[in-house]
């Protein structure tokens, strides 16, 4: 279902990969793992890769930065049992077995060192600036996520309990027979805090069901219904909440072409989605005038904290833009093309 996606997320803990996983999918036999600074070509490569495959009609994930999302961090072709990834901090990736299935490509080669040298200051500089950045953007983050939780205490356990239950029951989850062999679960992000906003990536083409879920509440109903499809032996996408890492923003369901997506008031949702189940409304029904002004205060600061954090991690892609434009005139590009071409060679060849 999901063409495009992230595998990193900028969130109130800092930054989470969940790149490890491109290791243990089984969809994926080979790994090539990009190697090399800023501006020597990783992304251009794999969006080469990526339009070459799409023209011998082969489907295409792309893999987005979260720091950049107009630049490629990953790529997968399933038919061709390929992944691409950028395996450079803070998302590193190191083979399990270096050239059992995975292996290196080494981009940094094609730079010129020499010319590279006299830059060194200029370039420290850059980086430092850069990486100065990420902390009042983390910091923003972990403040809206602590007035998150908040909001959640101030609704109470029993009250959220109570409306997840009959939630469940109005999503008509089917309870399916287990011992079967369980399915497998994939992570992703749908969703990202990047320097151009909060972004909401399309879960593809099936029937969506969008939760309306500003206060977090449906993380562990998802959960347990992936739990239950899970246990019924199909294979899950979970899509994580970069507002909370460790909680379930999306179930989806590749073979049936189905999903269930919480949807945070602060990211747009699925224009697809066939039925929207308003967690909010139910949750804030009964409540006194007074508690509700409250909480609205508390959401509308926590927004503004969001707008802060991408406004400091704009700073920040600023910041690494002047690192590759210090960079990339140091940079064999007639040597990145030979390597693009003679990889597209070598897989569409092979395949």
Avoid at 45 to 61: D, F, I, N, Q
Avoid at 66 to 77: A, E, T
Avoid at 165 to 194: D, N
Wanted: aromatic share 6%.
């Amino acid at each position: 279902m999901t063409e495009t996606y992230f595998l990193g997320a900028n969130t109130p803990e800092g930054f989470r990969s969940e790149y490890g996983g491109l290791q243990s999918d089984p969809r994926i036999r080979r790994l090539l793992i990009l190697k090399g600074g800023p501006g020597c070509g990783k992304s251009t490569l794999m969006k080469t890769l990526g339009a070459r495959a799409e023209e011998y009609g082969w489907a295409v994930e792309r893999i987005l930065c979260s720091s950049d999302p107009d630049s490629l961090d990953g790529l997968v072709i399933p038919e061709l049992g390929l992944a691409l990834a950028d395996g450079t901090a803070p998302h590193v990736v190191e083979p399990a077995l270096c050239g059992c299935g995975a292996n290196y490509l080494n981009l940094g080669r094609y730079y010129r060192e020499a010319e590279l040298r006299p830059m060194l200051p200029a370039i420290r500089a850059a980086k430092a600036a850069n990486a100065a950045c990420y902390g009042p953007a983390y910091g923003c983050l972990r403040a809206a996520g602590a007035l998150s939780g908040a909001r959640r205490e101030l609704l109470g356990g029993d009250r959220i309990r109570a409306v997840t239950e009959e939630a469940l029951e109005q999503l008509s989850v089917e309870r399916l027979p287990q011992g079967k062999t369980p399915g497998r679960e994939r992570r992703i992000y749908l969703s990202g805090i990047t320097p151009r906003g909060l972004l909401s990536l399309s879960p593809g083409e099936g029937r969506i069901w969008a939760i309306q879920d500003g206060y977090g509440a449906g993380g562990p109903l998802l959960r347990r219904l992936a739990e239950a499809r899970l246990a019924g032996g199909e294979d899950v996408v979970l899509a994580m909440d970069p507002l909370e890492p460790e909680t379930v923003q999306g179930v989806l369901l590749p073979a049936e072409g189905q999903g269930w997506l919480r949807v945070h008031p602060a990211f747009q949702g699925p224009r697809q989605a066939m039925l929207r189940l308003d967690l909010d409304a139910a949750l804030e029904a009964g409540l006194p005038d007074e508690l509700l002004e409250g909480m609205r205060e508390l959401e509308t600061l926590e927004q503004r904290l969001l707008r802060q954090a991408v406004s400091w991690l704009h700073r920040a892609k600023a910041r690494h833009d002047l690192l590759e434009e210090l960079c990339r005139p140091a940079v064999d590009f007639a040597g990145v093309t030979r390597e693009t071409e003679l990889l597209c060679r070598e897989l569409f060849t092979e395949s």
